[in-house]
């Protein structure tokens, strides 16, 4: 059933994929808990691998996956919760421990063969423990200080373990091989229910109180390098998200039903999209996922645009979103979806709900009641971004700008002055983009372009979009629409012959051609400004 809530900017030919194996480390699936997943995922063969309950009187934390097992906690309040080590082809218990008359068991983290989890009490008996993954076998386990809180999943960076803990809140940083303390940071509000993104200078962290903002932390000494102050931050003591890493110099995050961004270079908060934002943001390639109003909305990282939405009529979306390169998964309180994020169609759907990963060609849902369900996940292709190789001025007077311009979404522009033409068919603006395929061969082929027009009014303009075509030798018209003002997003998809579009032999070459036309009316000066061409050409 279509449920498409909004289409953006978008010329959809057809649809598109890419592969790749990925595990699921962490929250969110890695240490930025960006929730993405560098696959394309083949729905249409997607079937049950197994479905079981772990222990029905436990609701079960999110879980994490990867090497062939599948990390499941409980979340249990003094009542026996356990760690469960499962098979991931098979659903089969490799190995468990329980901790007894405990306060909380926390989400798992995998890495450096070993599973880690936090066990919480009210003071120096809260821990983080490693064991081996594949045996159990105790590595260690290091007492931090706590006051009855819970925690995310461990986040695990270059060998050692970050962590939200302390008495009165803060962050710690333990070695992630023998569980040596490396610093301990108190001068963070006490929240919890969140776990610190990491790189590789800092480790950030989300939090409210009096001093809310997003605190950034050295990495290697612990020291808070700056905090970018959250003055609109509204309400209670838990976090239930945690910051996530964007691809622009970025820190992603929702709360008092904004979007928030938060610039690491200006170290302020440069955009705030106000509408009834929930749950945690996802991102992938350029793309935030988050949740408004109950509905799927899918937004431009780079400038907020809006680019489109999804909802399911008769619920609503909850929980955390995955996001891979061909399927967006969320669930609400009774099914979970596949949206094709080409066509922004549910695609596949199946009646459990829970809180999702995606490793290794297996969609887990963990829900209530310990069900774990595992559902076969089969991939298709792999996907490579092709930036341009050379680019050429057919039209118009190229006024400033390099080739570098055009591979980031990044306000650097490639700016050509119009010229009116001598024919009134002739484009006004014309440019050639040209990039080197990794196979004369091609399943699905999406090429994106961003671009601006200034001084006139855009609906008197149009702006074509071309590719050449090898087989018939010719360009061939893919979008026709008027450009904008300001920065907006043609995407293009082809997966029907997409072959056509790459030269064949030794050059692989794919060319696009993009040309502005006023439509032989004169107009004052007037230029357009390209601030990405790219393509990603899945075989």
Request: with cysteine.
């Amino acid at each position: 059933m279509k449920r498409r809530l909004l289409v953006g900017l978008f010329a959809v030919v057809a649809l598109t994929c890419s592969t790749a194996r990925a595990s699921w480390d962490t929250y969110q699936g890695n240490p930025a808990h960006t929730g993405y997943v560098p696959v394309t995922l083949d729905p249409e063969n997607f079937s049950l691998r197994w479905d079981r309950t772990i222990r029905s009187q436990y609701a079960l934390n999110p879980v994490t996956a990867a090497e062939g097992k599948v990390f499941v906690s409980e979340l249990g309040y003094f009542d026996n919760a356990g760690l469960f080590v499962l098979d991931a082809a098979t659903g089969e218990t490799k190995w468990s421990i329980t901790y007894g008359d405990i306060f909380s068991v926390n989400p798992p983290a995998y890495g450096y063969g070993n599973v880690y989890v936090q066990t919480g009490n009210h003071g120096d008996d809260t821990y983080l423990r490693a064991y081996n993954a594949e045996t159990g076998a105790f590595v260690f386990r290091s007492p931090h200080t706590a006051q009855w809180e819970r925690y995310g999943a461990p986040t695990l960076y270059d060998g050692r373990a970050y962590i939200n803990g302390g008495y009165y809140g803060g962050m710690y940083s333990f070695d992630a091989i023998n569980g040596q303390r490396y610093w301990f940071n108190d001068q963070l509000p006490q929240y919890d229910q969140w776990t610190p993104a990491v790189d590789i200078d800092y480790a950030y962290a989300y939090l409210g109180g009096n001093d809310a903002g997003l605190y950034v932390v050295d990495r290697i000494t612990g020291v808070t390098a700056f905090v970018i102050p959250d003055p609109e931050f509204s309400g209670g003591y838990g976090m239930y998200s945690a910051p996530v890493l964007g691809g622009e110099e970025n820190v992603l995050a929702i709360q008092n039903y904004r979007l928030i961004n938060f610039d690491l270079k200006t170290r302020i908060i440069s955009r705030q999209i106000r509408r009834a934002f929930t749950g945690q943001p996802t991102v992938a390639r350029g793309v935030i996922y988050a949740i408004d109003a109950g509905a799927l909305t899918a937004w431009q990282e780079s400038n907020g645009q809006f680019l489109w939405g999804w909802e399911e009529p008769t619920e609503n979306v909850t929980g955390t979103i995955l996001a891979t390169d061909s399927h967006v998964f969320v669930h609400t309180d009774t099914r979970v979806f596949a949206i094709d994020i080409f066509t922004h169609d549910d695609v596949w759907s199946y009646p459990a709900v829970g809180e999702l990963a995606l490793s290794e060609e297996a969609l887990y849902i963990a829900g209530q009641a310990g069900r774990l369900i595992a559902i076969n996940a089969p991939t298709s292709g792999t996907t490579s971004t092709v930036e341009p190789s050379h680019f050429s001025v057919t039209a118009g007077v190229l006024w400033s700008g390099e080739l570098s311009h055009l591979f980031s979404s990044d306000d650097r522009y490639l700016v050509i002055h119009q010229r009116h033409p001598a024919t009134v068919a002739a484009p006004n603006a014309a440019l050639i983009v040209q990039g080197a395929a990794p196979s004369e061969t091609a399943l699905a082929l999406r090429f994106q372009l961003e671009s601006l027009a200034s001084g006139l009014p855009p609906t008197r303009m149009i702006q074509r979009v071309e590719f050449f075509n090898y087989q018939s030798n010719s360009w061939e018209i893919m979008s026709e629409r008027p450009p904008t003002s300001t920065d907006s997003i043609v995407r293009i998809i082809v997966t029907d012959n997409a072959s056509r579009f790459i030269q064949p032999g030794r050059g692989k070459t794919v060319q696009a051609r993009i040309s502005w036309f006023d439509r032989g009316t004169i107009f004052p000066d007037w230029y357009v400004g390209i601030d990405q061409t790219i393509w990603e050409i899945t075989y």
